[in-house]
């Protein structure tokens, strides 16, 4: 495709279940990100995969929070036991990353998935 | 872990004014980013710079980037009401290695008044 696509572009959920987010990174981009981002709040880094190295889980805040990539493909981010303050957009973006191309640090996001957590 | 403040948080203006937006970090940066996010929307990359003191036009819009390559400002010269969104900066550390994670800053909502 295009751009970044995500999935469902809006989820409504009942405190306690799971919920999972699909996000599709342009194809090529090595780099890919998840954020969250409360109403009029900015973004919040929640993981970032890289190729093949072991991603970086910094932005995790709980251990309710989980993603996974296959490869330098789709990746599904799962929230367990969905709580309230878990209601927010949550923004998948990509990366070519090549250090021969200077524009290659550019991130494209996806339209995001509104998350709401009744 | 790596900051970066950014200011104001809000501003408010009459069409046709200037804007600025000022974005700050205690560590040298290798490359730093603008994104425009308008109300609904997602972030849109508007344009990297790398180089110390580097200036970069995109007609109204002027970026810089400081001489020690800690701080970088958004201009906005006679503001349209098209202007209106949040302007996010986002830096790269300098620190080398292989992470690309980008630190965003909390971005600064533009509100125009017609």
């Known amino acids: 495709g295009a751009g970044v696509s995500q999935s469902p572009s809006n989820k409504v959920t009942e405190k306690g279940k799971d919920v999972e987010l699909r996000c599709d990174p342009i194809s090529g981009h090595t780099a890919l990100y998840w954020y969250r981002q409360r109403l009029g709040q900015g973004l919040e880094f929640l993981i970032y995969?890289?190729?093949?190295?072991?991603?970086?889980k910094s932005g995790l805040p709980s251990d309710r929070f989980s993603a996974e990539r296959t490869g330098e493909s789709v990746s599904t981010l799962t929230i367990q036991r969905t709580q309230q303050e878990d209601s927010a957009v949550y923004l998948c973006a990509s990366s070519l990353i090549s250090p021969l191309v200077m524009s290659s640090y550019e991130q494209y996001f996806g339209p995001g998935t509104r998350l709401t957590v009744t | 872990g790596q900051q970066v403040m950014q200011i104001p948080q809000y501003q408010h203006v009459q069409e046709g004014e200037d804007f600025t937006t000022y974005c700050n970090s205690s560590?040298?940066?290798?490359?730093i980013q603008w994104y425009k996010q308008r109300p609904g929307g997602h972030p849109v990359f508007l344009i990297q710079l790398v180089k110390s003191g580097e200036v970069k036009k995109q007609k109204r819009l002027t970026f810089q980037f400081g001489e020690a390559k800690k701080n970088s400002s958004l201009h906005i010269t006679a503001t349209q009401t098209t202007d209106v969104g949040t302007y996010f900066c986002a830096a790269l550390g300098d620190s080398g290695g292989s992470n690309y994670k980008l630190t965003f800053g909390k971005g600064t909502l533009l509100t125009v008044n017609p």
């Open positions: 995969f890289q190729g093949n190295s072991a991603p970086d």
């Open positions: 560590t040298t940066l290798s490359n």
